[in-house]
């Protein structure tokens, strides 16, 4: 299985902040990775598709990079409905695979 | 406009098996390269993918989970039935069913989500 590691776990940051998650995987993924917002209660939400790719209707402050088994998730300006929790995952090969999550606090 | 709902009780007992029933909208599993997938979410914790169905019956599980785990599918009904037998308290947890985004690989993302549905293991 291919293990993804988030970190941090929790991140503290002020409304407008730039904001950095970062995603390892155990082995090479090429650019098959996703992000995920989660809000309280509720059901994920796809940001990110292959590495860099903003889903429909997502906002321009978000944004993804990286390639192998690196990636980052960049929150240019945080705002106030930015404030949850983040996973990445895997879809390079099954079975597919979930970050542990990022919980962005306000500070 | 996709959507998907996922029904089932939210209380069962150990050893007991849960079926849940993903009803959805939008598409057709008919369609090729269509698929829904079942993730769950103990309390506090992360994401967790169960398995996938695709369009043309193909099947995947997690490793670790496969030998209690069936999905199937019921095309006039628009539904995905997911069974997982011998519950234990720890498959607590919020189980959701998820769209397939169609995707040049064969293992994909998901980008509609169910509410979920909460299931608590207990005696």
């Known amino acids: 299985d291919i293990q993804m590691t988030q970190s941090p776990s929790t991140l503290s940051a002020s409304v407008g902040d730039r904001v950095t998650i970062t995603c390892r995987a155990s082995?090479?993924?090429?650019?098959?990775l996703a992000w995920y917002q989660q809000k309280a209660g509720k059901a994920p939400n796809l940001l990110i598709y292959?590495?860099?790719n903003l889903e429909s209707g997502v906002p321009s402050r978000f944004s993804g990079s990286g390639f192998g088994t690196e990636f980052t998730l960049t929150i240019s300006s945080l705002q106030p409905d930015d404030f949850a929790t983040y996973y990445c995952?895997?879809?390079?090969?099954?079975?597919?695979?979930f970050g542990g999550g990022t919980k962005v606090e306000i500070k | 406009q996709i959507t998907l709902k996922e029904s089932g009780p939210t209380l069962v007992k150990p050893t007991q098996t849960l079926t849940l029933t993903c009803t959805f909208s939008?598409?057709?599993?008919?369609?090729?390269?269509?698929?829904v997938g079942w993730v769950r979410q103990p309390p506090g914790e992360a994401l967790e993918w169960l398995a996938l169905?695709?369009?043309?019956?193909?099947?995947r599980y997690s490793p670790s989970l496969k030998s209690r785990l069936t999905i199937t599918k019921d095309i006039s009904k628009h539904q995905v039935v997911l069974t997982m037998t011998n519950m234990d308290p720890v498959d607590t947890a919020t189980y959701y069913c998820?769209?397939?985004?169609?995707?040049?690989?064969?293992?994909?993302?998901?980008?509609?989500w169910g509410q979920g549905s909460p299931v608590t293991v207990s005696s």
């Open positions: 995952q895997q879809y390079n090969s099954f079975p597919l695979t």
């Open positions: 939008g598409f057709s599993l008919s369609t090729p390269g269509e698929g």
């Open positions: 169905l695709y369009w043309d019956d193909d099947k």
């Open positions: 292959t590495a860099s």
């Open positions: 082995q090479t993924i090429d650019s098959w």
């Open positions: 998820a769209h397939r985004q169609k995707t040049i690989t064969v293992a994909t993302r998901f980008d509609h």
